[in-house]
């Protein structure tokens, strides 16, 4: 039900009138709704668009350890391929690097859309073994080496249990 008002929404802003906005003029709002019903999220006026458009065109990407590309990914890769492509930043190639490198250290309640999140992976709880990329409402993109590019959220046990850090990509 949540998506049938998203998606009246989205057609009640194509039939109005046009936005003096130049970010909004070129964007096709089918193309937006359906990277919403991909990333299991409403997008919103206010979101990152460019961000979640090409977040929900990774999803279902086969993971690839050392990966980078559509035909495999990698979670510190994907990061890379995203951060490039959306904002044109280069990250550093390990998920560890990105953490110590790439970002400045960010409590999970100052996490904003694009902002990096860290997990620890086995018996570390500090080492940094995995890495998204927050969108909103709790969830975040990733590589998952068993299912490939994915939306999951922070809330879920695993991710509670293995939660590093967020990071804020510096300028």
């Avoid at 510190?76 to 044109?88: C, D, E, K, P, R």
């Avoid at 694009?114 to 992976?121: A, E, I, Q, R």
Wanted: contains cysteine.
């Amino acid at each position: 039900m949540k998506h049938f008002f998203f998606l009246i929404f989205i057609l009640c802003l194509l039939v109005s009138c046009r936005s003096s906005d130049s970010s909004m003029k070129s964007v096709d709002y089918r193309q937006l709704a359906r990277a919403g019903l991909r990333l299991g999220f409403d997008i919103e006026p206010k979101d990152d668009w460019n961000l979640f458009m090409e977040s929900a065109s990774w999803i279902g990407t086969p993971y690839r350890s050392g990966g980078n590309g559509r035909s495999g990914v990698d979670c510190s890769g994907l990061n890379i391929a995203i951060y490039n492509h959306v904002y044109g930043k280069k990250l550093n190639r390990k998920s560890l690097d990105q953490k110590e490198k790439d970002c400045k250290r960010i409590s999970r309640s100052e996490l904003r859309s694009g902002d990096l999140v860290f997990f620890s992976t086995g018996n570390s709880r500090k080492k940094v073994g995995h890495t998204g990329i927050y969108l909103k409402d709790g969830k975040f993109i990733h590589a998952s080496s068993s299912r490939g590019v994915i939306v999951s959220s922070l809330d879920e046990d695993y991710y509670r249990k293995h939660w590093i850090c967020g990071g804020r990509v510096k300028q």
